[in-house]
């Protein structure tokens, strides 16, 4: 069930009216049962798999306070990642890893056919285990203690605002909120709908209406040269921004109209100064639960600076696997983890936000290196993405026919590259002042007449766009 479809334009109304007509007691229940029929609705047969890893981690976490041996809760944990993570690695990465080992035996002439599987990938499940691991190694830690009723777990692990793509979150964060009683906050849910609304419009308006172009180019890459290729790059830069956190806002919005706050997902990203920066405005679920769970745990700083590159680089290279089964992938984390090494020999440790045009150039510069690095996560394989770079600048030595020629390559009329232009253009300006103010509370605080012409406009815009068709959101794939 998609959240830009009429399916759940029906499930979100009706989950909403029963939760706070239902006595708190059983609010957890509701949330478990629409949760299960919201992820049931895609496959209905990889239920089990969440089930299955629920009951392992409850089982685990509840094994470990009953003894307090740390060799007895280390085995514990040990077997609990092996298991969650080999549900993960057996519908993700077997074929992967298959097609990998047949390639690099064929480099010494060894023949072997690969052995390949016929599954689909479960819907999530990259995010939906990243949470259960992290509430066993918090049981393990001792920073929460291990939850009894099995009931309200398994509706925190699969809380479906965020169960198919984040915000992956911690125990402590949301658990609570799903077991207190939550009273009905007029302000909490009015600002949830224009969250959704915004997320709407980022996925709607601007993330699919790219989406074909961008998909268009990157299947078929060695059709295109010149600026139809940066124009390919930078349109799927501004997509997988405004279909993520489009979703992310979504969700949290979702959560808020039943009492309930996620953790903040996005934060102006392109606007950082930083590659290290851009990873604390960027997919903060993530790049907090890879720090706390892997980058601490293999030294993080505090060591010497060999060994710290060291640890930033194998972050970055799981998390870059994390995302798909390509070595592309792989290639996207390794370079900004190598980004991040550099900058960490290059910038002072501490140093003033600069001002002015300093600070427009680091924002410039952050921006086309992330531009860079997607052309490996978009790509379909490293040899395409190397032809992308490449022949970026083809034809450049005419500019104007360059510009000209890549925009009718690609096939972009005016009639769409105006409102796309200007959508985007409303976007840096909404993501510039979010730096510093809410841009939601901004608008509510106007004069009626004002704020509502801003929200029927945006829903009228969201409604048209809809009226054509919306796409899966990009990170249901991961």
């Known amino acids: 069930m998609l959240f830009n479809s009429l399916a759940f334009a029906i499930f979100l109304p009706i989950v909403f009216a029963v ?16 949760s299960y029929y919201f992820y ?4 209905a047969k990889y239920v089990v798999l969440i089930l299955f890893t629920t009951v392992a981690s409850y089982s ?6 009953k003894k307090d041996d740390k060799k007895y809760k280390q085995g514990i944990l040990a077997v609990t990642t092996i298991v969650c993570l080999g549900v993960l690695f057996f519908f993700k990465y077997f074929n992967f890893l298959s097609d990998s080992l047949t390639d690099l035996l064929g480099m010494f002439s060894i023949q072997l056919h690969p052995v390949t599987l016929k599954i689909l990938l479960p819907v999530g499940i990259s995010f939906y285990t990243f949470q259960t691991l992290s509430y066993v190694i918090d049981v393990y830690r001792g920073s929460v203690k291990a939850e009894r009723h099995f009931g309200k777990y398994a509706a925190f692990i699969s809380f479906f605002p965020q169960l198919v793509a984040g915000p992956i979150e911690r125990t402590s964060n949301l658990l609570p909120q799903i077991k207190e009683e939550r009273k009905f906050d007029y302000h909490q849910a009015t600002y949830g709908m224009k969250l959704m609304t915004w997320g709407f419009f980022k996925k709607l ?24 290729l940066v124009l390919a790059t930078l349109f799927f830069t501004i997509q997988i921004y405004c279909d993520f956190s489009g979703y992310s806002d979504i969700a949290i919005g979702t959560s808020k109209l ?24 960027w997919h903060i679920s993530l790049s907090t639960w890879f720090k706390d769970y892997v980058y601490i745990p293999l030294g993080g700083n505090r060591c010497s600076k060999f060994r710290n590159s060291i640890n930033l680089m194998l972050t970055f290279l799981v998390s870059g696997l994390w995302h798909g089964s390509n070595w592309t ?26 001002t002015g045009l300093v600070k427009a150039i680091r924002i410039a510069f952050v921006f086309c290196f992330c531009a860079f690095a997607w052309v490996f996560f978009v790509s379909n394989s490293i040899g395409d993405a190397f032809y992308v770079i490449t022949h ?10 360059y510009i000209i020629s890549g925009y009718s390559n690609i096939g972009m009329v005016k009639s769409v590259m105006v409102p796309v232009t200007f959508s985007i253009c409303l976007l840096a300006v909404y993501d ?16 009626k007449i004002v704020r509502y012409s801003i929200y029927w406009i945006l829903v009228i815009i969201i409604l048209s766009i809809r009226a054509g068709g919306a796409a899966e959101f990009v990170y249901f794939q991961f």
């Open 258 to 281: 039943l009492g309930i706050d996620l953790m903040t997902n996005f934060k102006s990203p392109y606007f950082s100064q930083s590659i290290k920066e851009f990873w604390s405005r």
């Open 329 to 354: 992938f792989v290639v996207w984390g390794g370079i900004h983890g190598f980004a991040q090494v550099i900058e960490n020999r290059l910038l002072p440790k501490k140093h003033r936000t600069s």
């Open 40 to 43: 049931m609705s895609w496959n």
């Open 19 to 34: 939760y706070w007509l239902l006595p708190h007691k059983y609010r957890w229940a509701l949330i478990f049962v629409a």
């Open 432 to 447: 510039y002042i979010s730096l510093k103010y809410d841009c939601i509370e901004i608008i509510s605080k106007q004069k």
């Open 392 to 401: 970026f600048f083809t034809g450049i030595g005419d500019p104007i026919n």
């Open 205 to 228: 308006v601007i993330a699919d209406v790219v989406s074909p172009y961008v998909d268009s180019i990157f299947n078929n890459p060695t059709k295109y040269s010149g600026f139809s």
């Open 60 to 65: 685990a976490a509840r094994l470990m306070e």
